[in-house]
């Protein structure tokens, strides 16, 4: 078996064709969705970046591995404690090892491991190539590797090729010779004045004032970034901002396409079982957060994923079933013939998979614990968030939508519907618990990131975000902030 892994970093699926944009931001990914399977409802447990991708190769959620976050303790790997073996990687066998053990050559081309000292990442790769710019490559400086390794590999039997391109993450890099595709094409319709000028008004890390995330004095983004707006002042600029990301995810695909080139070159296309995924979405306006991973919502934790097997069976089928990412690993484990071990939280379905069945879960919790404090539920057509921390943003405790009618979060429900918003906190709860009760640690990480003095990045920031408040005539937020340091007004 020959595996191509593809993953794009901060890539919301409702921007790719084959999900339904309106745009041609995909050619390469829709064709191989249209030989494929789409899957429609795909979350990450924990997002975004090193708790996502913890998850995938653990084949366990944070809540267990304790990497929910992006600083601090809840960053690295709980120990083992005293059980640990001399060797504990076959003790704890993640997606790379349980690959191995069926008989694969892995082989990783990213800066992942280095970018966010994850070095439990490194375990199992028979070979690893790091362009060594810590996650601000784009899409060639990546690519040159993997052609490299297709070009003298490609014939062989049994690897795995692992490429992780950055280019749809902030801030945008398209290379200005590769123009832009979009300029003739509208932005998303469902932004609107109304909405820009409400954020614009309100508070928080990214709003349209600052969606740079820069304060005070600090030089302009646009200087050295021309395809970032410094502000999104009215709709034109927030078309730039968008075409921004659009024509990173249309450059990370026009590389995706080399790569298939090069393997249909060499004859192997057609035996390899090709995926496409992300380590979490991108907020473009939705809760009032730009170009940036905040909160545990609909858009950061969902992801693209797309399976299209060897041959192209699969035939555009779509997927509708519940699942986490981390599932799709299990039966990735399952379709090399491996064995899924016991302890993972992940539950492969490699069965049903096979015969075209949708088989998912029932519901999925998914948390935020880097730029916010948040758990949030999806079940049915609904998802719940409940936050702990706001990570300084003009949110509620409690939220509410219905993501099939109202997928960009505009509609909070919790009051016109108290019901749903209790069940949606009772599945979490009773989740937690489950959880809780196999994990070795008797305290969440969520609570050691409280403890610590909340969200990794807003540590950095709050001090500046309150001064830049106040200079910017929003003095009532300043004041909210202050008396409620967890942004939820008790």
């Given at each position: 078996?020959?595996?191509?892994?593809?993953?794009?970093?901060?890539?919301?699926?409702?921007?790719?064709?084959c999900?339904?944009?309106h745009?041609?931001?995909?050619?390469?990914?829709?064709?191989?969705?249209?030989?494929?399977?789409r899957?429609?409802?795909?979350?990450?447990?924990?997002?975004?970046?090193?708790?996502?991708?913890?998850?995938?190769?653990?084949?366990?959620?944070?809540?267990?591995?304790?990497?929910?976050?992006h600083?601090?303790s809840?960053?690295?790997?709980?120990p083992?404690?005293?059980?640990?073996?001399?060797?504990?990687?076959?003790?704890?066998?993640?997606?790379i090892?349980?690959?191995?053990?069926?008989?694969?050559?892995?082989?990783?081309?990213?800066?992942?491991?280095?970018?966010?000292?994850?070095?439990?990442?490194?375990?199992?790769?028979?070979?690893?190539y790091?362009?060594?710019?810590h996650?601000?490559?784009?899409?060639?400086?990546?690519?040159r590797?993997?052609?490299?390794?297709?070009?003298?590999?490609?014939?062989?039997?049994?690897?795995?090729?692992?490429?992780?391109?950055?280019?749809?993450?902030t801030?945008?890099?398209?290379?200005?010779?590769?123009?832009n595709?979009?300029?003739?094409?509208?932005?998303?319709?469902?932004?609107?004045?109304?909405?820009?000028a409400?954020?614009?008004?309100?508070?928080?890390?990214?709003t349209?004032?600052?969606?740079?995330?820069?304060?005070?004095?600090?030089?302009?983004?646009?200087?050295?970034?021309p395809?970032?707006?410094?502000?999104?002042?009215?709709?034109?600029?927030?078309?730039?901002w968008?075409?921004?990301?659009?024509?990173?995810?249309?450059y990370?695909?026009?590389?995706?396409?080399?790569?298939?080139?090069a393997?249909?070159?060499?004859?192997?296309?057609?035996?390899?079982?090709?995926?496409?995924?992300?380590?979490?979405?991108?907020?473009?306006g939705?809760?009032?957060?730009?170009?940036?991973?905040?909160?545990?919502?609909?858009?950061?934790?969902r992801?693209?994923?797309?399976?299209?097997?060897?041959?192209?069976?699969?035939?555009?089928?779509?997927?509708?079933?519940?699942?986490?990412?981390?599932?799709?690993?299990?039966?990735?484990?399952?379709?090399?013939?491996?064995?899924?071990?016991?302890?993972?939280?992940?539950?492969?379905?490699?069965e049903?998979?096979?015969?075209?069945?949708?088989?998912?879960?029932?519901?999925?919790?998914?948390?935020?614990?880097?730029?916010?404090?948040?758990?949030?539920?999806?079940?049915?057509?609904?998802?719940?968030?409940?936050?702990?921390?706001?990570?300084?943003?003009?949110?509620?405790?409690?939220?509410?939508?219905?993501?099939?009618?109202?997928?960009?979060?505009?509609?909070?429900?919790?009051?016109?519907?108290?019901?749903?918003?209790?069940?949606?906190?009772a599945?979490?709860?009773?989740?937690?618990g489950?959880m809780?009760?196999?994990?070795?640690?008797?305290?969440g990480?969520?609570?050691?990131?409280?403890?610590?003095?909340?969200p990794?990045?807003?540590?950095?920031?709050?001090?500046?975000l309150?001064?830049?408040?106040?200079?910017?005539?929003?003095?009532?937020?300043?004041?909210?902030?202050?008396?409620?340091?967890?942004?939820?007004?008790?």
């Open positions: 078996m020959r595996i191509l892994y593809l993953d794009i970093d901060t890539l919301r699926p409702d921007h790719l064709g999900y339904g944009y745009r041609n931001t995909s050619p390469n990914i829709d064709r191989l969705a249209a030989e494929g399977v899957f429609e409802k795909v979350y990450v447990s924990d997002a975004p970046c090193l708790p996502s991708r913890a998850s995938m190769f653990t084949g366990r959620f944070g809540i267990r591995t304790g990497v929910v976050g600083g601090g809840a960053a690295d790997m709980r083992i404690g005293r059980d640990r073996r001399f060797n504990y990687v076959q003790q704890r066998p993640g997606l090892e349980c690959l191995r053990q069926a008989g694969l050559y892995p082989v990783s081309c990213s800066p992942f491991a280095e970018r966010h000292s994850a070095w439990w990442f490194c375990a199992g790769w028979h070979e690893m790091n362009p060594g710019r996650g601000a490559e784009i899409a060639d400086e990546v690519s590797y993997a052609l490299d390794w297709v070009r003298r590999n490609a014939e062989r039997d049994n690897w795995m090729l692992h490429v992780n391109f950055w280019d749809p993450h801030p945008y890099r398209t290379p200005e010779a590769f123009g595709p979009f300029a003739d094409d509208p932005a998303p319709a469902w932004y609107t004045e109304e909405l820009r409400r954020h614009w008004e309100s508070f928080g890390p990214r349209p004032r600052e969606p740079t995330g820069r304060y005070g004095d600090a030089p302009p983004t646009s200087e050295q970034f395809r970032v707006p410094d502000r999104i002042a009215d709709l034109d600029d927030y078309r730039r968008i075409d921004g990301y659009d024509c990173g995810v249309r990370a695909d026009e590389h995706c396409g080399r790569i298939l080139e393997l249909a070159d060499a004859g192997v296309l057609d035996d390899t079982l090709v995926i496409v995924t992300s380590d979490h979405g991108e907020n473009q939705e809760l009032g957060v730009y170009g940036d991973h905040q909160t545990a919502d609909h858009i950061t934790s992801v693209p994923m797309i399976v299209r097997m060897p041959g192209g069976s699969g035939g555009g089928r779509v997927d509708r079933a519940l699942h986490y990412q981390t599932d799709v690993a299990a039966t990735l484990v399952e379709l090399a013939g491996g064995e899924v071990p016991q302890e993972w939280d992940g539950r492969g379905f490699a049903a998979f096979r015969a075209g069945r949708d088989e998912g879960r029932d519901y999925v919790v998914f948390s935020q614990n880097c730029w916010s404090c948040q758990r949030a539920v999806r079940w049915d057509d609904f998802v719940f968030v409940r936050s702990y921390h706001t990570g300084l943003k003009d949110l509620p405790a409690r939220m509410l939508f219905d993501v099939a009618e109202d997928p960009h979060e505009l509609n909070d429900l919790t009051v016109a519907r108290p019901e749903l918003a209790d069940h949606g906190q599945l979490i709860e009773q989740w937690t489950e809780m009760t196999r994990s070795e640690w008797p305290v990480p969520m609570w050691t990131v409280m403890r610590e003095g909340g990794f990045h807003c540590r950095e920031i709050g001090r500046r309150i001064a830049h408040l106040r200079a910017t005539g929003r003095e009532r937020h300043a004041d909210f902030l202050e008396a409620h340091p967890t942004g939820i007004a008790e």
